[in-house]
């Protein structure tokens, strides 16, 4: 019995090693990466393609990855957006397809016992998308509509000013969804054309998750995969924000004062740095209360209901952004406060209690952000957008607890280059 108990348990470890490594799927000429966390715990299924290189970065006009990804939203030509919408629903599956700076994901989730409807589905999306003039139409419809509830959003106009400074003459300068004027410009075979060259499989990553057969799996999305473009590698590029102090100003009516500020954040190495980021951010101000910039804009200064400033960290950029409201009166005390209160923290003076709370929280919560499959499937993944290993929370994990008090302050001083803030402030005149 002893005998077969620990037999079960390294099969057990067996299996959990190969989760936390990259298989592939080798089909024409590639080798496809596959990040995988399976588990029968439930009969439910997760697939999300990745298609690097089809973000907002890859464009050649504003706006045009954002598009795309809408389009492909609209289901297939062959059964039109309402007739595909209706047999995803039929069969409980749902798919997704989302855009960000650098990619097009399209996410599916099903029960188990609907995962050849599911993938036939996403291939018959892939294959086939419903790019008619119909959907071009009402996709351009709904973002304009989108935008033009946005003019009246004081947040989305504080934050996409502050990114026009900080990021000037970059991709990151504007929203990645553009301006009404941006999607005017673009048209039905714009679109055609960026799907044809973006959704390519050099740049494919895929994710699987749940209680899928992986032999199985990974025959049927070769089969739906097979007919897309090698297409060139995706190389990213990297993005500094303006080391110049800057200041925009927005007049709305509003009775409040929005403001937001951000700064360079000079990040180099994930494996050197990243514990000690994750610990200056939630003292700094990305934890709410008990942050020093929590602390002395509300509870000392009572200048702001509540108040943020963390830190923006990816392959392409690294930068610093917080915001608060204030009354219109109060808007120069509080940027005053900002400054100070930054100025104070970059000297370096955490206090041990802050670093054993900081330790204490941040452990704490990562249980909780394991609890489901698409969670612990997202970490791994960022972890190998970091070209880090699948599992290195774990070592993050130890990295944490072992941190000192010393070499946290001596991080934080070692950024002075926060210091070099920029602000945009929404306000009546």
Known sequence: MRILFIFILMLGLMKGNNMNEIDYLELNNNKIPIIQEISDALPIG???????????????????????????NRGSKNKGEYGFAKELESRAISLGVNGGN???GIG????????????????????????????????????NGYLLSKENDFDYI???????????DTPL??????????????????????????????NVVILLGGDLDIDKTKK??????KSINNGPKYIAERYYANSDSNEIKDIKPTKQAYIYF?????????????????????????????????????????LAYSAYFYQSIDNTSSNTIGYLQTKLENKDEAI????????????GNVTQQELDDAKAYILGSRVLSDETISSRLGKKYNNFYRNLPLDYDKEIIQKIKDLTLDELNQYIRSHKEINNLSFSVVSDK
């Open 108 to 143: 599916l989730e099903f029960l188990k016992e609907q995962q050849d409807n599911a993938i036939k589905l996403l291939g018959e999306l892939l294959a086939d998308p419903n790019l008619t003039d119909e959907a071009f139409e009402r996709t351009k419809i709904a973002l």
């Open 262 to 302: 951000g700064s360079p954040f000079d990040f180099k190495n994930y494996k050197d740095e990243l514990h000690k980021a994750q610990i200056m951010s939630f003292i700094m101000g990305a934890s709410g209360f008990g942050s020093r910039i929590m602390e002395e804009i509300r509870v000392k200064r009572g």
């Open 220 to 225: 049927q999305l070769a089969n739906i995969l």
């Open 173 to 202: 300068e504007k929203p990645r969804i553009g301006s009404i004027e941006d999607i005017e410009k673009i048209s039905l075979d714009d679109v055609e054309k960026f799907l044809k060259e973006k959704l390519t499989l050099n």
């Open 46 to 72: 997760f697939i999300k393609i990745i298609f690097n290189g089809a973000g907002s970065f890859g464009e050649d006009k504003r706006g045009l990855s954002s598009f795309s990804a809408s389009m492909l």
């Open 158 to 168: 504080a934050q996409k000013n502050l990114y026009s400074i900080l990021f000037k």
């Open 336 to 347: 005053k406060a900002v400054k100070e209160t930054i100025n104070n923290f970059l000297e």
């Open 102 to 104: 650098e990619s097009i």
